[in-house]
């Protein structure tokens, strides 16, 4: 036993310390110990296979093409002013795809004189675009004192599909034009503004002019 004591008491000498004061060797073993830990702390992560990836990483990730979606695009607002037999006219924002419907509905709904049989209410809405409704009284403005011949006369600012497909020489395809036409650039001024319509020639316009209005 104190063989084993002495050997102990030997073991500064052997390692070339024994002058050293204690208090130097417990610092060092002290520092000794924190090095040993950072080291481990540094190294643990990536032997162990564990990644961390910071919030702003992930996202950099994700508008790099990582695997999840892309935004979806803005969806585009158009302009529509609304006038006529309306209760609220004036000029109102959709998205775009929207239809006529919705355009009267935003404007306060038709107002009770409206010649609503004039309006095609599944018209998709254009940016930009005018929809005017006109009023009962509109749609009977072809008639007055001009004599019998007036009263077959179909008013092209007013009259419906069916009523300009009653002209010869148009039929749904350019009725329709028509009354997009209308639509988009508001009432005819005068009954020669029909043939800026698509479809519309000087044939054509030949075989209406003496059947038409404004």
Sequence with gaps: MKGSVGKRARLP????????PKNVIVAAAIVAVLVAGLALAHWWPSSGGISIVSSEESASSVGEGGD????KSEQKIIYVHVVGAVKKPGVYTFAQG????AAVDAAGGFAKNANTASVNLAHELVDGEQIYIPTKDEAGSAQGTS?????????INTASTEELETLPGIGPAIAGEIISYRQLN????SI?????????GDGRFSKIKALICV
């Design 98 to 101: 929207v239809r006529a419907e």
């Design 147 to 155: 004599g019998s011949a007036s009263l077959s006369k179909v008013n």
């Design 186 to 189: 508001g009432r005819f001024d």
């Design 192 to 200: 020669e503004d029909i043939r800026n319509v698509s479809g519309i």
């Design 13 to 20: 000498e052997r390692a070339g310390i024994s002058k050293v």
């Design 68 to 71: 999840a979606a892309a935004p």
